[in-house]
């Protein structure tokens, strides 16, 4: 049996972290509050530790306390999580501490924070190596596209998206093709689902109604569409 390395991160309130990892199916392994905090918490083979809190320091999301723990199947994984947490607190936790981020098709990897802010990120096992974006063979609109799906799935920052998808569209929606322009809607459409804006949700479907697209095109927007239907529906089941 090789070497091991277990992640040790903060412990907070010790029992409260440690009952949000019972609530996604991990088993207690260690818990201690004397002489000091440590639990310790196993699933599918793996561990994760957590120790004393250091005072004063803020949250551990702020001081950037993480692991990844490496899955042979993410989406599952996310569905599995998502409907425990939505047992445990009548709705899906996707904003504040504690957290778990949405998920699309085709994603690879998804996040979950703790009460304490520790952030745990599980990633497919073989997942390919990271697109950044940027390509240079992108332009417009479409290099748009691109940047804001990386600061959405890499950084995880909507508010930065959104700008980015705002600002191209001012720039090049009067030049873009009406399917790039659909897309660019679609995405803020999903931006403002996640936001609970409902409102601005209605009067984005309503610019891609009015939009000249072929019939193909059209199938392609519903289908994108439908990720922000999905994802309304995981922000507001309920028990």
Known sequence: MGDVSVPMMWSGDLPETLDFYRTLGYEVTAEQTRPYN???????????????????????????????????????????????????????????????????????????????????????????????????????????????????????????????????LRRFGATAAPVDKAHALAELIELAVAANERQRVTELRAEIAELDLSDEDRVAIDKHLRIATDLEQWLGETD
Do not use: M, W
């Open 38 to 168: 440590y639990g310790a918490v196993a699933r599918n083979g793996y561990s994760l530790h957590f120790g004393p809190t250091p005072k004063d320091k803020g949250t551990a999301e702020e001081c950037y306390v993480s692991c990844v723990v490496f899955v042979d199947e993410v989406a599952e994984l996310h569905k599995q999580f998502s409907a425990a947490l939505r047992e445990r607190f009548g709705r899906v936790p996707a904003s504040g501490l504690p957290r778990i981020t949405r998920f699309r098709p085709g994603q690879t990897r998804f996040t979950v924070v703790d009460p304490v802010g520790n952030t745990v990120v599980y990633v497919v096992r073989d997942e390919p190596d990271p697109d950044y974006g940027g390509s240079r063979e992108l332009q417009g609109l479409q290099r748009t596209l691109d940047n804001a799906r990386i600061l959405r799935y890499s950084k995880l920052d909507d508010t930065a998206a959104r700008r980015a998808l705002e600002s191209g």
